[in-house]
């Protein structure tokens, strides 16, 4: 079954990069557990789900889609783990250079 639910989020130029390469070398983003992310991810329901990737604030923005397939809760870590499986869509960027296009 496939959402069409999506998730938005900012992330560092560095992980945006890892993420987008081609093997990945990043295949698991990481956010505190906190209220806040709890009720995000309550609204977009359970995995698979879309999670759109915005590497800063002025336009042009590079961003991706990625799909998550899978949530897990680490309670030592305090962390949530979403599990990225491919890349849907990349904009205003350079998979072969790791550099804004």
Do not use: S
């Not at 130029?13 to 906190?34: D, G, H, M, N, S």
């Not at 604030?57 to 799909?67: D, F, G, I, S």
């Amino acid at each position: 079954m496939h959402t069409n639910q999506t998730l938005v989020m900012n992330i560092k130029r560095e992980f945006f990069a890892a993420i987008l390469t081609v093997p990945p070398r990043k295949t698991v983003e990481f956010r505190e557990w906190k209220p806040y992310w709890e009720n995000r991810l309550a609204k977009v329901g359970p995995a698979p789900f879309n999670l759109r990737l915005l590497n800063g604030m002025l336009p042009p923005v590079p961003e991706a889609t990625v799909r998550v397939e899978k949530v897990t809760f680490d309670k030592k870590k305090q962390q949530i783990q979403l599990h990225l499986a491919e890349v849907l869509e990349v904009k205003n960027w350079d998979r072969e250079t790791e550099r804004p296009a």
